[in-house]
């Protein structure tokens, strides 16, 4: 059973950064591009990143420059590390995995930007 | 990256059909058959409904259909119940090798 776990979600300062984790088990992480998604509160879905198999990364114009996406196979596990946060980047962020074929997400971490 | 345009709100009686749209340009749902579409629950993760335009994934009902013509890509529901009920959005891969969301769409059971 695929699952995704993340993690490292909480209240930062606008200016600050945080380092979302995502915990991956139940399939061969290596194996498989994954992507971050983000919902801010009572709002809709919104791509962020995504890193292909080989390594590949691609953003969100929002955020180009500021977050950086990658990956650890050695631990199964992916990483957003976001910089210059902004009070609307507040939002739950979703681990998926294979976005095409839609066969996995996280249930979510929630990133709040507040001074 | 400008947001595929969804209607905000449809609704149906139970057993009837009801279309979402979600409207794109040539840079995304016109440019490529990658269209998907997912169901959110309030309080869930989203759910894939629909795969490259018309493709189900494993277990979901074939009352959910896909469709695209131009840049409007469609998800039917037929014989619609009251578990349909939730937001709706449609994806779109990009010419930037990214993806787009739509604005999503409310759907309620009357």
């Known amino acids: 059973e695929v699952q995704l776990l993340e993690s490292g979600g909480g209240l930062v300062q606008p200016g600050g950064s945080l380092r979302l984790s995502c915990a991956a088990s139940?399939?061969?992480?290596?194996?498989?591009?994954m992507t971050w998604v983000r919902q801010a509160p009572g709002k809709g879905l919104y791509w962020v990143s995504a890193?292909?198999?080989?390594?590949?990364?691609y953003y969100a114009d929002s955020v180009k420059g500021r977050f950086t996406i990658s990956r650890d196979n050695s631990k199964n596990t992916l990483y957003l590390q976001m910089n210059s946060l902004r009070v609307e980047d507040t939002a739950v962020y979703y681990c998926?995995?294979?976005?095409?074929?839609?066969?996995?997400w996280g249930q979510g971490t929630l990133v709040t930007v507040s001074s | 990256q400008s947001a595929l345009t969804q209607p905000a709100s449809v609704s149906g009686s139970p057993g009837q059909s009801i279309t979402l749209s979600c409207t794109g340009t040539s840079s995304d749902v016109d440019g490529f058959n990658y269209v998907s579409w997912y169901q959110q629950h309030p309080g869930k993760a989203p759910k894939m409904m629909i795969y490259d335009v018309s493709n189900r994934p494993s277990g979901i009902s074939d009352r959910f259909s896909g469709s695209k013509s131009g840049n409007t890509a469609s998800l039917t529901i037929s014989g619609l119940q009251a578990e349909d009920e939730a937001d709706y959005y449609c994806?779109?891969?990009?010419?930037?090798?990214?993806?787009?969301f739509g604005t999503g769409t409310k759907v309620t059971v009357l």
């Open positions: 139940g399939f061969t992480f290596s194996s498989y591009a």
């Open positions: 998926v995995k294979d976005f095409r074929y839609g066969s996995g």
């Open positions: 890193i292909s198999v080989g390594g590949f990364t």
């Open positions: 994806s779109s891969y990009t010419s930037s090798s990214t993806r787009v």
